[in-house]
C-alpha cells in the first residue's frame, strides 16, 4: 500500500488551505472563514480535546451558524490553537443538559485514503430552533 497521498487525491482548495495553515504561525479567523466560505463548508470555533486525536469538539456559545445546520451538512471545525477538522455532520447522538452532541464524519476529500476517527461535537442549545408549532 503506498502511504503517500497523491496530490491529485485531494482537491485544490483543500491543498491551499493545508500548506496556508502549515506556514501561518498566527491564528486568522478571517483565513478560515474564508476558506470555509470557498469550499461551501459551515465554520464552528471549538476546543477539541488536548491529545493529538479529535474525539470530541466543544463549540463555545458563540452566535449560532449563519445558515441552519442539517444532516450531511459540510463543517469546518477550527480551534484558536489552529487544528481543524472537515466533516459532515452524520447524526444527532443525544440532547445532554446544555448541548447538542452530534456525530461528525471525516470528509473524505479533504483527508484522501488517511481520514482521522469519527468525532462528536457538542453544540449549545442555543445553536438548535424549532419550527412553532400550530
Request: aromatic share 10%.
Amino acid at each position: 500500500m503506498d502511504l503517500f497521498i497523491s496530490h491529485k487525491d485531494i482537491p485544490p482548495a483543500i491543498q491551499t488551505f493545508v500548506s496556508s495553515v502549515t506556514m501561518e504561525s498566527v491564528f486568522s479567523l478571517d483565513h478560515f472563514s474564508t476558506i470555509a466560505a470557498d469550499l461551501h463548508y459551515v465554520l464552528l470555533l471549538g476546543q477539541p480535546p488536548p491529545e493529538f486525536l479529535c474525539t470530541a469538539w466543544h463549540i463555545s456559545s458563540q452566535p449560532a451558524a449563519s445558515v441552519p445546520l442539517v444532516l450531511s451538512q459540510h463543517i469546518l471545525l477550527v480551534s484558536a490553537a489552529s487544528r481543524t477538522y472537515f466533516g459532515h455532520l452524520r447524526s444527532i447522538v443525544k440532547i445532554e443538559k446544555s448541548s447538542l452532541v452530534i456525530s461528525v464524519s471525516p470528509e473524505p476529500s479533504a483527508y484522501g485514503p488517511f481520514l482521522p476517527d469519527t468525532c462528536h461535537v457538542h453544540l449549545p442549545l442555543l445553536f438548535v430552533s424549532l419550527p412553532w408549532m400550530h
